[in-house]
């Protein structure tokens, strides 16, 4: 991913607490020169491996998990985002832009089809997107549904190898501008645009 300098977050616990928050990932691969990619959450193991662990499980029909084992993969991961009106700025020769805060992983891919790793990614999916709930769904691993379900899914592992942060808060403005931006988003009726308010007052003060 092109980052400038100034829009480079790498602080590893910010990466993380953004891979979790917005987990519903894109991973893509190659297959024949083309690019493949499964729109997908993704949990994360911060503890395993020197960059953390990304785990995940596809329908068995999708070619890609064949495709990408053993192969460098790339997980995006996209917090909130906002355009920014050149109107805000009050300024000359000034254009429309974007503000955005993005994760990247790279990291080779292993599959995982023993039922029972199958069914333990699958219950700690359910422990991570039922948890919050006030009567949260239980998943029955010992049940007949469950074992017909581990057949048709395959589990995967990815060791982090590479990981980048992008946070695009209007770094490249003056001060003036940025709390100009900030009050026009935390105007707008956007749950993304007050994000990104909220992020770039958490940066800049």
Known sequence: MYIPAS????????????????????????????????????????????????IGHVAQANPQWQMADGKTVLAIFSGPHAYV???????????????????????????????????????RYVEVFEGSRPQPWKFDAGSEFSTKLAAAIVGFRIEISRL?????????????????????????????AKAIASLMRQRFG
């Open 7 to 54: 829009f480079r977050e790498s602080d590893r616990e910010r990466l993380f607490d953004l891979i979790e928050q917005y987990s519903f990932a894109i991973l893509v691969s190659e297959s024949e020169g083309e690019p493949f990619a499964t729109h997908l959450p993704l949990l994360l193991d911060r503890t395993a491996g020197p960059h953390g662990s990304l």
């Open 85 to 123: 009106s050149p109107s805000w700025y009050e300024a000359d020769n000034v254009v429309p832009t974007w503000n955005y805060v993005a994760v990247h992983a790279c990291g080779v891919l292993r599959a995982i089809d023993d039922r029972d790793e199958v069914l333990n990614i699958v219950s």
């Open 164 to 192: 980048e942060g992008k946070w695009k808060l209007s770094q490249n403005h003056p001060e003036e501008r940025r709390r100009r931006v900030v009050r026009a988003l935390e105007t707008l009726a956007d749950d993304d």
